[in-house]
C-alpha cells in the first residue's frame, strides 16, 4: 500500500510561482506512471501532467509551457513547479501513482491507483 501526501499549496499572486510536492511511503520509482490533477471549484477534475518511470513527462495544453514535473526517486518525492500562474489555476491539486497504459503514462484516473489527499492553490 503507498500512500500519497501533497505539500505546497497556498494563495499567489496572478503571475507567481508555486512549488507542490508528493511525498510517496513506498519509491516513486517503482510506479509506471505518476501524475497531477487538479479540480477546479465547480468543475470536473482534470489532468495537469504526467512523469512516466523513465522521467518522460506530459503535459495538458493549459498548463504546457509553465508547469514542470519532477521526481525525486531518492527521497520519494514528486514535485510540480508552476510558474506564470493564473485565476484559472485556481483548484485542488492531487498526486496520484498508478498503471501506464500500452506502456505510456497517460495519466488514466481509472489506471490511478494510489491518490494524495489534495492541496488548495489559490492565484488572485
Known amino acids: 500500500h503507498v500512500q500519497l501526501v501533497e505539500s505546497g499549496g497556498g494563495s499567489v499572486q496572478s503571475g507567481g510561482s508555486l512549488t507542490l510536492s508528493c511525498v510517496g511511503t513506498?519509491?516513486?520509482?517503482?510506479?509506471?506512471?505518476m501524475a497531477w490533477f487538479r479540480r477546479p471549484p465547480g468543475k470536473e477534475r482534470e489532468g495537469v501532467g504526467t512523469?512516466?518511470?523513465?522521467?518522460?513527462?506530459g503535459y495538458s495544453n493549459s498548463v504546457k509551457g509553465r508547469f514542470t514535473l519532477s521526481k525525486d526517486n531518492a527521497k520519494n518525492i514528486l514535485y510540480l513547479q508552476m510558474n506564470s500562474l493564473r485565476p484559472e489555476d485556481t483548484a485542488v491539486y492531487y498526486c496520484?501513482?498508478?498503471?501506464?497504459?500500452?506502456?505510456?503514462?497517460?495519466?488514466?484516473?481509472?489506471?490511478?491507483?494510489?491518490w494524495g489527499q489534495g492541496t488548495q492553490v489559490t492565484v488572485s
Open positions: 496520484a501513482a498508478g498503471r501506464a497504459s500500452g506502456g505510456y503514462c497517460i495519466g488514466l484516473p481509472r489506471l490511478m491507483d494510489y
Open positions: 513506498k519509491s516513486t520509482a517503482s510506479a509506471d506512471c
Open positions: 512523469i512516466a518511470s523513465d522521467g518522460t513527462t
